[in-house]
């Protein structure tokens, strides 16, 4: 079963509004989640890293006052998507770190349509 | 150059095929690679994991990594149209990055 889940799986708003995503672990611990973007027939692109109690870091390129991160707990990582706009449509995935099984688990993503 | 490349396919291959793909890169500091499974408008499932060198294998895939020509290898036997997806590469060289290849699309069909 899923060990990262996603909510919500899809989303429209109205342009101008504010979304949130948001990723939990569920059977581990996790200072640490990542937030992705990915287009259609894209990869993955690392929008930020969400450390818990403390600032994401986002990567180049990425409006961090656009894309809210928030990591208030060891289990819950939040991304609101301000002010949203059509070119925000996209499909937002995150993923977190399980440092026992050393290894990196996905939500099931959570589709935004802007309209 | 990327750090990863990987094959875009999409590679179609017949029912029952044994199925091959790789992954190659540049980044000498890569010690973790794994494999995940990407459905359409899902996210991705991770299938193999391994630690450096060496091969792996769970039920029908095998996980191969060659550190000295920086190549590795996911190989998919007695293949099923429950198998097309993308498949994605990543690796890590420990740490918070990871690096992910740019996918490919395999179809098998019945």
């Known amino acids: 079963g899923a060990v990262v889940s996603q909510h919500p799986s899809w989303v429209i708003c109205k342009s101008g509004t504010s979304v949130k995503i948001e990723c939990r672990s569920l059977d581990f611990q996790a200072t640490t989640m990542f937030w992705y973007r990915q287009f259609p027939k894209q990869s993955l692109m690392l929008m930020a890293t969400?450390?818990?109690?403390?600032?994401?870091?986002?990567e180049q390129g990425v409006e961090k006052d656009k894309f809210l991160i928030n990591h208030a707990s060891l289990t819950l990582s939040t991304l609101t998507v301000t002010s949203a706009h059509p070119e925000d449509s996209s499909f937002y995935i995150c993923?977190?770190?399980?440092?026992?099984?050393?290894?990196?688990?996905f939500g099931e993503g959570s589709w935004l349509t802007v309209v | 150059q990327k750090e990863v490349e990987q094959d875009p396919g999409p590679l179609s291959v017949p029912e029952g095929a044994i199925v091959s793909l790789n992954c190659t890169y540049s980044?000498?500091?890569?010690?973790?690679f794994m494999w995940y499974r990407q459905y359409s408008r899902k996210g991705p499932e991770l299938l193999m994991y391994t630690y450096s060198s060496g091969n792996k294998e769970d039920g029908r895939f095998t996980a191969q990594v060659d550190k000295s020509s920086k190549y590795i290898s996911l190989f998919i036997r007695d293949s099923q149209p429950s198998d097309s997806a993308t498949y994605l590469c990543?690796?890590?060289?420990?740490?918070?990055?990871?690096?992910f290849g740019a996918g490919t699309i395999l179809r098998v069909k019945s």
């Open positions: 990543a690796m890590s060289p420990g740490g918070n990055k990871l690096v």
């Open positions: 993923s977190a770190r399980d440092f026992r099984r050393n290894t990196i688990y």
């Open positions: 980044n000498s500091a890569f010690q973790y």
């Open positions: 969400s450390n818990e109690g403390s600032k994401a870091t986002y």
